[in-house]
């Protein structure tokens, strides 16, 4: 797994989902279907301070949905680590950001690009959610260099 001295990265497992989904509730979010596709951070005692879900579409292409910190370890690298890595693994990565984490986005190189290059039912989750006004959604992606 990939480290730093604050937490590492491995797959999610069936214990952690009820962490998970507590995370995402707390964001607003719908419980996560399943820990498919889910790699956590995880402090020096095994608690998941961050998750990351890939979502992979028909054609392959893997899409982040979601990606979220705990908020007391916000600030600590965690959701850069587990977008770079998932980018590493999957080399190219898509997700719509709520427009108050564009800038956290575009600071890791991402790019804005239009909602036809966003898996269908991504879309419709945008398009039928009451919090979007305010929310702002915005299509980006990143390719991995190289």
């Known amino acids: 797994p990939m480290t730093n001295e604050l937490f590492t990265i491995r797959d999610a497992r069936p214990d952690d989902k009820a962490v998970l989904d507590g995370y995402a509730n707390l964001e607003g979010m719908d419980a996560i279907p399943s820990i498919e596709g889910v790699r956590v951070a995880v402090n020096e005692d095994d608690e998941v301070v961050g998750f990351l879900r890939i979502a992979l579409a028909e054609d392959g292409t893997a899409f982040v949905n979601p990606v979220i910190t705990h908020e007391t370890w916000r600030g600590f690298g965690v959701g ?67």
Do not use: N
């Open 80 to 146: 850069r680590a587990l977008m770079e890595e998932a980018l590493a693994r999957h080399g190219e990565l898509r997700l719509v950001s709520r427009g108050g984490s564009l800038p956290f986005y575009e600071a890791l190189g991402y790019e804005r690009i239009g909602w036809d290059l966003i898996e269908m039912s991504l879309v419709d989750d945008c398009d039928h959610c009451e919090m979007r006004d305010e929310c702002g959604p915005v299509p980006v992606r990143k390719v991995r260099e190289g």
